[in-house]
């Protein structure tokens, strides 16, 4: 690593012109066309088969495995006229990544020839191995066999590359004993448990014609564009996606000048060609524009099923980092990659609703006369009080605890934001005061030619974790490399449990003579009684709220994820999950034993890779650039010129400090010695990263005095401001 190579990544980036930007297609002429449809099926498939196929994917009635031959058959012959050659099923095992194995469609004939083939047993069933994958326990090292299992419910697709075409099938990911070794089953037992909760809840409430229920998701996507030259030059965002070191540029975002900007021109034609490939896939890409921070972009789908958003969200990550690398960009999905600027979230929107009733959490113009929006909402707001820490501790990852908390995010202290208008609603319930529609508030805005328009009942709160935003909630702290299937989860299971304890409740005030009204009314004041604590629409930042949440309110507070993975293995946790029949003992606690290991192993390559950059890249260069420092000094005494030594005594004592620290850090990283997980998770918290965090303070200041030409590694304002 050398100043002239990171000076070369900058005359490349400044030389650098768009991609030719494609003529676009019409929407319609590329909408999901990679995609096996509903109605390529339909299309393609004899009737009873295709009618019963589309009964399970809107029902989510069994899979009828007698069709699966023919679905394959016509599965194969489409992706095959695509230019298709490889069949992969696709799963999604506990590292929030995404895993496929690919297989040839090639069947060797006796005579030497060879047919495409694929059947539907290879359709419903695959043995991808995997035993590699972490399991948290649920397989012994030496048990190979890992099954993958067709999910109907999310529509097989091709995948199209500049090495080939491959047909991709959403799958489950599950041990040969059967359990889940993956996001997608837990995720799909989470809606069918709240599929039922609900159902008998609508039900109870007079609903006769009562569609499945099924949750939706629309993930906000965060994410950064670093241009490739300058991120080769970087180990750090190589090997961890985030910089470990980096003094921050004069220039930052308070300017708010890159936020909603005009988008460059180069990142454009990068966004567009996302949007295209997204669209092939059916994937409802809606909103693109630049994020506060420099060099930080969003983009939004509309909303869809929550399984379906789920794989399309793992896609859209793909996507993003494969386009990026063709438009010489690398794509940074760390949830904090620059100190000093905002990092990147998911904010996942969440909702349920069904066919017949619509959305359930939409309190129509008279909410409080809605009494199924408030049995719902109050559900949620029950849900999130009881198991809080559950919620925190499902966007847990080394990676997110640099951005929660911050000026930038929700806080670690999960709370719920209603707005204004619905919590009054909540608060007269609970004071047993009766309800009137009031008026709607309009909003003039004093200019002739421009219209009144109904004023919003109720703000959004960017400080909240979990905010009511009209019809549906925001959970803001889901990281920007997450999987959402986690957060759904969550979601779906303590929802599902408050909707069946609303369900008894309303069954045994019924019995006894109430009407549905009365009692649903006495069950809303019960659960704002006990549960109101959550609701909060204040400053979220402020120091006076933590306070107040912790001490007077009994809110946990889980700072980071060595204090929130814990929680999953707490006995209400668990008790939770086994009720709901979402994940089993073992199964809950194999998520523990995995995300508690990608936490220690994340923070042991950050300091590991700290030690090795700052001993071989920063030491070096600071250590030439004295030397040349004191050489000139020396040879201009020789002449009788006198120069201050200060700036060589403090360079001196900067690199003596690092070199320190980075000695400290090396002989923490030997201790392999703990009592527990728990123990060594809160070792890493406590001690590694606080020590990570003084070799970055030290050399970050060597940056700021060492010459330009002596500095090796691109800097903020070259990463951030060049593209």
Known sequence: MSHELRVQAVSQVTDRSPLPTKVPQRLEALWATDVFTLSKMQASLPKDVFKSIQKTI????????????????????????????????????????????????????????????????????????????????????????????????????????????????????ISWTGEALDKKTPLLRSNAAMNKAATRLLKLLGNEDVA????????????????????????????????????????????????????????????????????????????????????????????????????????????????????????????????????????????????????????????????QFLLFCSAVIRGVHKYGPLMRAVVATASNDHRLGANEAPPAIISV???SQLEEVFQKIQKGETQSAGQVSLMDLGVPSLPIFPKDPGDRNRTSPFAFTGNRFEFRAVGSGQSVAGPLVAMNTVLADSLTWIADELETKMAGGADVDSAALAIIKEVMDKHSNVVFGGNGYSEEWHRIAVEERGLA?????????????????????????????????????????????????????VVDIAKTIIYPAAVRYLSELSSTI???????????????????????????????????????????????????????????????????????????????????QEMLFVK
């Not at 890992?146 to 590359?161: F, H």
């Open 634 to 716: 020396s040879s201009l005494k020789a002449i009788g010129i006198e120069l201050e030594k200060e700036t060589a005594e403090k360079v001196a004592s900067l690199v003596h400090s690092m070199m320190e620290y980075v000695s400290k850090l090396s002989t923490a990283l030997s201790k392999h010695d703990f009592e527990s997980t728990e123990d060594h998770m809160q070792y890493c918290a406590q001690t590694i990263r606080p020590l990570m965090d003084t070799v970055r303070e030290y050399a970050d200041a060597l940056e700021g005095e060492v010459a330009d030409d002596f500095w090796p590694l691109p800097t903020y």
């Open 58 to 173: 809107k029902t989510g009635e069994k899979l009828d495995v007698a069709v699966a031959g023919v679905v394959a058959s016509a599965m194969k012959d489409w992706a095959t006229a695509k230019g298709a050659l490889y069949y992969a099923h696709v799963f999604y095992p506990m590292t929030n990544a995404t895993a496929e194995k690919h297989d040839g469609f090639i069947s060797l004939q006796s005579d030497g020839s060879v047919l495409t083939e694929f059947s539907g047993k290879v359709l419903v069933q695959g043995e991808p191995d995997g035993s590699s994958f972490p399991n948290g326990g649920l397989r012994s090292t030496f048990e190979a066999r890992g099954y993958t299992a067709w999910d109907v419910t999310s529509p097989a697709y091709v995948m199209e590359t500049d090495n080939g075409v491959t047909l991709c099938i959403p799958t489950v990911f």
């Open 212 to 371: 499945p229920v099924n949750s939706s998701c629309g993930a906000e996507q965060e994410y950064f564009l670093v241009d490739a030259h300058f991120a080769h030059n970087r180990p750090d965002l190589l090997l961890t996606g985030r910089t470990l070191f980096g003094k921050s540029a004069a220039k930052g975002q308070q300017f708010d000048d890159h936020y909603f900007g005009a988008i460059p021109e180069r990142v454009q034609v990068f966004m567009q060609d996302v949007e295209e490939k997204m669209y092939r896939l059916g994937i409802p890409a809606k909103t693109r524009h630049n994020e506060v921070a420099p060099g930080q972009f969003e983009l939004a789908p509309f909303f869809e099923a929550a399984n379906v958003a789920s794989d399309h969200q793992q896609l859209i990550m793909t996507i993003l980092k494969l386009t990026a690398k063709k438009h010489g960009f690398v794509c940074l999905l760390h949830e904090k990659p620059f100190a000093g600027i905002n990092g990147s979230g998911k904010h996942v929107n969440w909702s349920v609703g069904n066919a017949t009733q619509g959305n359930l959490l939409d309190p129509g113009d008279t909410p409080h006369a809605n009494i």
């Open 557 to 609: 507070n889980l700072r980071t994820t060595a204090d929130a993975l814990p929680v999953l293995k707490a006995d209400y946790i668990e008790e939770l999950f086994s009720r709901v029949g979402v994940l089993s003992p073992v199964e809950l606690e194999s998520r523990f034993d995995v995300y508690s290991e990608q936490y220690i192993l994340a923070i042991g390559v950050e300091a590991k890779l």
């Open 417 to 419: 934001y209603l707005g």
